[in-house]
């Protein structure tokens, strides 16, 4: 196993600038949250102002990620070509206006077109995030950096229980969008001054001897563990958009909670996450330095950590105390979010030279479970069941998600066609 030494590192992977660019990188997730989470906490009056049930309100969530996935693919294409910042300072921009226009839309129909518009901003969020960070970042801290800066993910959910819901009891849903929105704003404002492309001819990862240097669209779209790793990542997003859009609609409609008391409980899951996330990033760059090997360093552990949180989800369908549901729940999507850097290091592990794109792709699965879980959760929500039959078609989801991974995700990379030359992907291993 190669190992790779500071003398060898780019002179911008050494410098301690690497570490403003994951700081942006942490700060601009927060935000991308924050403004997803917001109107999960506004379901009751938003449902009232625009006389909907529901489902129109499922709908409504669902919007959001049918933008995500119409420019996940294409945001990985456009920050491997012209790069991180360019492509992520417009989106940031754009999808900020749209926050502040949803504070101000006076139609429904209107609502949901705006919400389409901003998903078009923040589906860049997440493919930049990675090549950004492959970029700067030594290949032997990727997985921990990564893990750290995916915190801003759980971290924002549980802000949103402490601040959002008792913002909107205090100054209304709408003019909640338009203070984030103008956080995003000037978010963007410091990352256009602040953010480096990195020299051109150094902002590249060192090739495996057996790897094309810059493999063929074909091989990364068909590649079994990269295929196996994107249908986890859609059940992953099964479980984040179920927290992230129906959580505190369930503790409030099927335990009678109140608002203020949903914000505070709907907060233990992400700090579950916030606890569990580092560990699993740590972890991984641990077996990967021991190792090598990326089904060792990564596979194993998002199948086991999603094996765990499907234990937790089964009992949340027979409890009838708000207590045992919050704790099952908390542990539950803990763990699911747990394995959520190693799903990155993947995409880098396997095609350095094409993270971009091979991390759209997985982003682009878990952008079509942003559109159907959150309308499937409100159909099932509104049956005699309830949200037994939602929790149940959730854990369907996760189970198919473990047996992908455990069966197929084998982390070898070789082109399409030609036999495994059995060699893992390593090239990101110290």
Same mark, same amino acid.
């Given at each position: 196993?190669?190992?790779?030494?500071?003398?060898?590192?780019?002179?911008?992977?050494?410098?301690?600038?690497?570490?403003?660019?994951?700081?942006?990188?942490?700060?601009?997730?927060? =935000?991308?949250?924050?403004?997803?989470?917001?109107?999960?906490?506004?379901?009751?009056?938003?449902?009232?102002?625009?006389?909907?049930?529901?489902?129109?309100?499922?709908?409504?969530?669902?919007? *959001?990620?049918?933008?995500?996935?119409?420019?996940?693919?294409?945001?990985?294409?456009?920050?491997?070509?012209?790069?991180?910042?360019?492509?992520?300072?417009?989106?940031?921009?754009?999808?900020?206006?749209?926050?502040?226009?949803?504070?101000?839309? &006076?139609?429904?129909?209107?609502?949901?077109?705006?919400?389409?518009?901003?998903?078009?901003?923040?589906?860049?969020?997440?493919?930049?995030?990675?090549?950004?960070?492959?970029?700067?970042?030594?290949?032997?801290?990727?997985?921990?950096?990564?893990?750290?800066?995916?915190?801003?993910?759980?971290?924002?959910?549980?802000?949103?229980?402490?601040?959002?819901?008792?913002?909107?009891?205090?100054?209304?849903?709408?003019?909640?969008?338009?203070?984030? @929105?103008?956080?995003?704003?000037?978010?963007?404002?410091?990352?256009?001054?602040?953010?480096?492309?990195?020299?051109?001819?150094?902002?590249? =990862?060192?090739?495996?001897?057996?790897?094309?240097?810059?493999?063929?669209?074909?091989?990364?779209?068909?590649?079994?563990?990269?295929?196996?790793?994107? $249908?986890?990542?859609?059940?992953?997003?099964?479980?984040?958009?179920?927290?992230?859009? $129906?959580?505190?609609?369930?503790?409030?409609?099927?335990?009678?909670?109140?608002?203020?008391?949903?914000?505070?409980?709907?907060?233990?899951?992400?700090?579950?996450?916030?606890?569990?996330?580092?560990?699993?990033? $740590?972890?991984?760059?641990?077996?990967?330095?021991?190792? @090598?090997?990326?089904?060792?360093?990564?596979?194993?552990?998002?199948?086991? !950590?999603?094996?765990?949180?499907?234990?937790?989800?089964?009992?949340?369908?027979?409890?009838?105390?708000?207590?045992?549901?919050?704790?099952? =729940?908390?542990?539950?999507?803990? *763990?699911?979010?747990?394995?959520?850097?190693?799903?990155?290091?993947?995409?880098?592990?396997?095609?350095?030279?094409?993270?971009?794109?091979?991390?759209?792709?997985?982003?682009?699965?878990?952008?079509?479970?942003?559109?159907?879980?959150?309308?499937?959760?409100? $159909?099932?929500?509104?049956?005699?069941?309830?949200?037994?039959?939602? *929790?149940?078609?959730? !854990?369907? =989801?996760?189970?198919?998600?473990?047996?992908?991974?455990?069966?197929?995700?084998?982390?070898?990379?070789? &082109?399409?066609?030609?036999?495994?030359?059995?060699?893992?992907?390593?090239?990101?291993?110290?």
């Amino acid at each position: 196993m190669n190992q790779t030494s500071p003398l060898e590192l780019p002179a911008h992977q050494i410098s301690r600038f690497r570490f403003i660019i994951a700081g942006f990188c942490f700060l601009l997730v927060i =935000v991308n949250y924050l403004d997803r989470a917001v109107i999960s906490f506004a379901i009751q009056p938003i449902e009232s102002e625009f006389s909907i049930q529901d489902g129109a309100f499922g709908f409504l969530m669902s919007a *959001f990620a049918i933008g995500t996935l119409s420019v996940n693919q294409l945001s990985g294409f456009l920050v491997d070509r012209f790069g991180v910042k360019r492509v992520w300072s417009i989106a940031l921009f754009f999808w900020s206006l749209t926050m502040i226009l949803q504070g101000l839309v &006076p139609a429904f129909w209107m609502f949901i077109a705006l919400r389409v518009l901003m998903g078009i901003g923040e589906g860049v969020n997440f493919p930049a995030m990675n090549r950004a960070l492959v970029d700067w970042m030594r290949p032997n801290e990727l997985g921990r950096t990564l893990s750290v800066c995916l915190l801003g993910v759980p971290l924002a959910l549980l802000l949103g229980g402490l601040i959002l819901a008792p913002a909107i009891l205090a100054i209304g849903w709408r003019n909640s969008f338009l203070c984030l @929105g103008c956080l995003g704003g000037l978010l963007g404002i410091l990352f256009l001054i602040m953010y480096r492309q990195p020299p051109s001819e150094t902002a590249k =990862v060192p090739d495996r001897p057996t790897a094309p240097a810059k493999p063929p669209l074909r091989d990364v779209f068909l590649n079994p563990t990269l295929l196996a790793t994107a $249908w986890s990542f859609f059940a992953f997003g099964w479980v984040l958009f179920f927290g992230l859009t $129906w959580l505190p609609g369930y503790l409030e409609q099927t335990f009678n909670m109140e608002l203020k008391s949903v914000g505070y409980f709907s907060t233990l899951p992400w700090a579950m996450a916030i606890i569990l996330m580092p560990i699993a990033g $740590w972890l991984s760059d641990l077996i990967m330095r021991r190792t @090598g090997r990326t089904r060792a360093a990564r596979v194993h552990l998002i199948w086991i !950590c999603q094996l765990l949180a499907l234990i937790f989800f089964v009992p949340v369908m027979f409890v009838d105390s708000a207590v045992w549901a919050v704790v099952f =729940v908390a542990l539950a999507i803990g *763990f699911s979010m747990a394995p959520n850097s190693p799903y990155y290091s993947i995409c880098a592990d396997l095609f350095p030279r094409r993270t971009g794109v091979a991390t759209g792709f997985i982003v682009t699965f878990f952008s079509i479970a942003g559109i159907v879980c959150p309308s499937i959760t409100g $159909w099932l929500a509104e049956g005699e069941g309830g949200f037994t039959m939602a *929790f149940t078609a959730l !854990c369907v =989801v996760v189970g198919t998600g473990v047996l992908g991974m455990l069966f197929f995700a084998s982390g070898r990379v070789h &082109p399409i066609g030609e036999p495994a030359t059995g060699n893992t992907a390593g090239p990101l291993s110290s």
